[in-house]
């Protein structure tokens, strides 16, 4: 696609209920990111994916956080038993691959969020 | 533990003004740089990136930075009252992801 795509844009939820947030990253994109956004802050890193592997999850809070992308385009982070101090923007951001050294082919391109409210 | 610091303002300038944003980073060997602004209720959209030391320009947009001290910002010239949004700076270290501040936020009053 032209761009990022995230679908739901808006969630709200009850807490204990289970997620799904999906991203559909700029075609070719090898890289694709996971950040988490509450007000007034910068994105929080959550997860990254090289192709379908997940580089890097060090950013999941806990483990009630997951996310998956098994074909190495689409993903999905998925979110079990919601608590309040989950509602945030889940932000997805892929790049043409991922970063090393100095490159464009590194530069984030951000969608346009999904709002999560856990009530 | 990486750290990205910026003023969350608000930094509040006159139109026509130039706005001076700045950032610090606490990790010595970050090797890229990024500007970020984020409108209110929007996703980040990229300004600039810069790599090496010195200045680098695109249009009314200064980068500048200064890794010896651990130092990057950015100058907007002749400020328009669009430019208000929430400007986010992210440093990189090589293949880690972007870990951005929490951004300042530029208010332009026409």
């Known amino acids: 696609g032209a761009g990022v795509s995230q679908t739901p844009s808006n969630k709200v939820t009850e807490k204990g209920k289970y997620v799904e947030l999906r991203c559909d990253p700029i075609?070719?994109?090898?890289?694709l990111y996971w950040y988490r956004q509450s007000l007034g802050q910068g994105p929080e890193f959550l997860i990254y994916f090289q192709g379908t592997g997940a580089a890097d999850d060090s950013g999941l809070p806990n483990d009630r956080f997951f996310a998956v992308r098994p074909e190495g385009s689409v993903s999905t982070l998925k979110i079990q038993r919601t608590e309040r101090g989950d509602s945030a923007v889940y932000l997805c951001?892929?790049?043409?691959?991922?970063?090393?050294?100095?490159?464009?082919?590194?530069?984030?391109?951000f969608g346009a969020g999904s709002r999560l409210t856990v009530l | 533990q990486k750290e990205v610091e910026q003023n969350s303002g608000p930094l509040s300038v006159p139109e026509g003004a130039i706005a001076s944003l700045n950032c610090t980073y606490s990790?010595?060997?970050?090797?890229?740089f990024f500007w970020y602004r984020q409108y209110s209720g929007k996703s980040p959209e990229l300004i600039m990136s810069?790599?090496?030391?010195g200045d680098k320009e695109d249009g009314r947009f200064t980068a500048q930075l200064n890794k010896a001290s651990q130092y990057v910002s950015l100058l907007i010239r002749d400020s328009q009252p669009s430019d208000s949004a929430t400007y986010l700076c992210a440093v990189r270290i090589g293949n880690t992801p972007l870990v951005f501040g929490k951004g300042t936020r530029l208010s332009v009053i026409a």
């Open positions: 075609s070719g994109h090898t890289a």
């Open positions: 990790d010595r060997v970050s090797q890229s």
């Open positions: 810069i790599y090496s030391n």
């Open positions: 951001a892929s790049s043409l691959k991922v970063a090393g050294g100095i490159s464009g082919a590194n530069v984030l391109t």
